[in-house]
C-alpha cells in the first residue's frame, strides 16, 4: 500500500510517499526555521503563510521523485499532471498551531476530493512514534518517551491500536525546554541543536561538573515532568557562568530525568521494547544516556531512537503511522485539532 503523507503542524511543510508503512520512496521538506531563528522563535503566522506558499511543489515534488505520476493517464491541457499512482492520503490534524495545521489538512481534504482517494487522519505525537518503524520493526508491547517542542509524554504502547498514558509533563516540554534555555544564554533557535552543539564545546575541556541545577520530580513516583522551575534557575545562574559550561549542564538535568523517569516506567512495565521518538530524540546524549544505563544495569531492552532526521518533524512518520492505524474517514469529515492529545 502507498500512502502520501502529508505534514505541516509547526514551521515545517512535508510530504512523502511510503510504502506499506516502512519503506521509503520520497521525502521532501520546505522548512522555514531559518526565518525564525531571525526573530528568535516561531511567529506562528508567519509560520501559515510560509507553508501556503510550500505545500503544492512538496507535495509535487514527493510524488515526482517518487515517479508515481501516471503517464498512462491523458492529462487535460489546463493541467501538468494526473492522479497520482498511491493508495491512500495522509495527513496531520494536531496538535500543532492552528494555522500551519489548516493549511496541509485543507490540501488533504481537497486532494483527497479531486484524486478520489480515501484520507486517513494522523495524530502528530502518534507519528512521531512510527519513525521507529522505518525499516524497522519494534515488537511490542512497548514504553515510549515522545519529546517534541510542545510535548513530552511517557506511554505505553500495548499494541498498534492502544495506548495507554503513563505520565508526561506538568507545564513546559522538553523541546521547549531547550528552546527557551537557548534564548537565555543567547544561543539562537531551534534551542536544543544549539545547547547540544555548545554544550559538546565544553565536554571536551572540562570533565568535573562546577555547577549543579535542580532534576525537576527525579525522585517522585509518578511519570510526569516539570521542566519550568529548570528554565527559572539556569536564568539565576546565567551570568555566573560560561555559555558552554551552562549548555552543557541544562543539557545534562533534562537529559537525566528524561532517561531516568523512562526506565522506571519500561521496569514498572516489565516490557523489553523502549521507543524514544520526537524533536529532543534527535540529542545524541540522550541516546548515549539511555545506552549507558541499560547496559549498566545490564537490562534486557530493546532500544529504538530514529536516526535525527526522522526525530524532527516529518511526513514518512505520518505515513507511516497512516499504515499502521488505516481509518480512512470521508473527507468532509477531516478537520483539524490543535489540542489533540496523544490518547485522542
Ligand atoms: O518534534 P519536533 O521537530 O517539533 C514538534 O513537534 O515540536 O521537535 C522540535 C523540538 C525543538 O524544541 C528543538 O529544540 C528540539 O526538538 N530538538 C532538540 C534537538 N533537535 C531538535 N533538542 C535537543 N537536542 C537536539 N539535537
Ligand atoms: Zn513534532
Known sequence: MIILGIETSCDETAA????????????????????????????????????IKSIIPVIEQAISKAKLWDVTQHVPQHTTHNTPSIDAIAVTVGPGLIGSLLIGVETARTL?????????????????????????????P??????????????????????????????????????????????????????????????????????????????????D????????????????????????????????????????????????????AGGVAANSRLKEKFELEIGHWKLDINLHVPPPKLCTDNAIMIASAAFFNNKPIPWEEVSTNPSLTITQ
Open 16 to 51: 512523502a510517499v511510503v510504502k506499506d508503512g516502512q519503506t521509503v520512496l520520497s521525502n521532501v521538506i520546505a522548512s522555514s526555521q531559518e526565518m525564525h531563528a531571525k526573530t528568535g522563535g516561531i511567529i506562528p503566522e508567519q509560520a501559515a503563510r510560509e507553508q
Open 112 to 140: 483527497s476530493w479531486a484524486w478520489n482517494k480515501p484520507l486517513i487522519p494522523v495524530n502528530h505525537l502518534i507519528g512521531h512514534l512510527y519513525a521507529n518503524w522505518i525499516d524497522n520493526t519494534p515488537s511490542l
Open 142 to 223: 512497548a514504553v515510549a518517551l515522545v519529546v517534541s517542542g510542545g510535548h513530552t509524554d511517557i506511554v505505553l504502547m500495548k499494541n498498534h491500536k492502544e495506548i495507554e498514558w503513563l505520565g508526561g509533563t506538568r507545564d513546559d516540554a522538553a523541546g521547549e525546554c531547550f528552546d527557551k534555555c537557548a534564548r537565555l544564554l543567547d544561543l539562537g533557535f531551534p534551542g536544543g541543536p544549539a545547547i547540544a552543539k555548545a554544550a559538546k564545546s565544553h565536554k571536551s575541556r572540562v570533565t568535573s561538573h562546577q555547577i549543579r541545577l535542580p532534576r525537576p520530580l527525579l525522585d517522585e513516583k509518578s511519570f
Open 225 to 276: 515532568f516539570s521542566f519550568s522551575g529548570l528554565k527559572t534557575a539556569v536564568l539565576r545562574e546565567v551570568d555566573r557562568w560560561k555559555k558552554p559550561v551552562l549548555a552543557y549542564e541544562i543539557q545534562e538535568a533534562i537529559t537525566d530525568v528524561l532517561v531516568q523517569k523512562t526506565l522506571k516506567a519500561v521496569k514498572h512495565h516489565k516490557v523489553d521494547t523502549l521507543l524514544v
